[in-house]
């Protein structure tokens, strides 16, 4: 079974600009959440999506938003990039949705530098 | 707020030798405590999961424990192989709302 694979690993982009990642879960898989994670801060919760649905959300501004398609793939969006907004971004998959005792299968991540 | 409070930051230790990383939480109710293994530029993978029921759970080398009266947790490795070097994170899910807090990871340093 095809774990859960992140694109593009990479990304370079500079102030100001907007970008979107996009997570594809494991196949039957219906919750996607996403994470920020930095050096000094750890890994941040950023939402959960659950059958399209915004099921959860952490404490980012609006400059973040995402998005849940019917084949339970995500894309996240980040607009008007700040120099701080450089992260590994991570998602993660589980059969359903909430914390729980759903174990989540993280992604290999993006990794995001703003210029 | 609900935190998780992990130590030490990071710990070197020669091959062959134990360690154990600490995890203490203030998340409550509390509803599981997992812990994750991330390597570079990895993404995290889970270790051990463990409702507040248990109290020990073992995942080969890796020993997780849990005390939820003192609300502290503790990994345990044995035999350390370089293959250990690694973040550890500590992830406690509310049971109130499901939300998971992060704990900020122990670094561990296997040196042959």
């Known amino acids: 079974k095809a774990g859960v694979t992140q694109t593009p690993r990479y990304l370079i982009k500079t102030r100001g600009q907007q970008v979107t990642l996009s997570c594809s879960p494991i196949?039957?898989?219906?919750?996607v959440s996403w994470y920020q994670q930095t050096p000094g801060q750890g890994l941040q919760f950023l939402f959960e999506?659950?059958?399209?649905?915004?099921?959860n959300k952490g404490n980012f501004p609006g400059r973040f938003s995402g998005r849940q398609f019917s084949n339970s793939r995500s894309e996240m969006n980040v607009s008007t990039l700040e120099l701080g907004d450089s992260a590994l971004y991570l998602c993660?998959?589980?059969?359903?949705?909430?914390?729980?005792?759903?174990?989540?299968?993280f992604g290999p991540g993006t990794r995001l530098t703003v210029l | 707020k609900n935190q998780v409070e992990q130590s030490p930051q990071s710990l070197i230790i020669l091959e062959g030798k134990n360690c154990t990383l600490q995890?203490?939480?203030?998340?409550?109710?509390?509803?599981?405590l997992r812990w994750y293994k991330q390597d570079t530029g990895r993404g995290p993978v889970s270790l051990t999961i463990?409702?507040?029921?248990?109290n020990t759970k073992s995942n080969g080398r890796y020993t997780a424990t849990l005390d939820a009266d003192t609300k502290q947790s503790s990994l345990h490795i044995t035999a350390s192989q370089l293959s250990d070097s690694a973040s550890y994170i500590c992830?406690?899910?509310?049971?109130?709302?499901?939300?998971?807090?992060f704990g900020a990871g122990t670094t561990v340093t296997v040196r042959a």
């Open positions: 993660a998959s589980s059969l359903v949705a909430g914390g729980g005792y759903n174990e989540q299968f």
């Open positions: 196949s039957g898989h219906r919750s």
């Open positions: 999506y659950f059958s399209e649905t915004q099921r």
């Open positions: 995890c203490n939480y203030t998340v409550s109710p509390f509803s599981n």
């Open positions: 463990m409702t507040f029921s248990e």
């Open positions: 992830v406690v899910t509310s049971r109130n709302d499901y939300k998971l807090s």
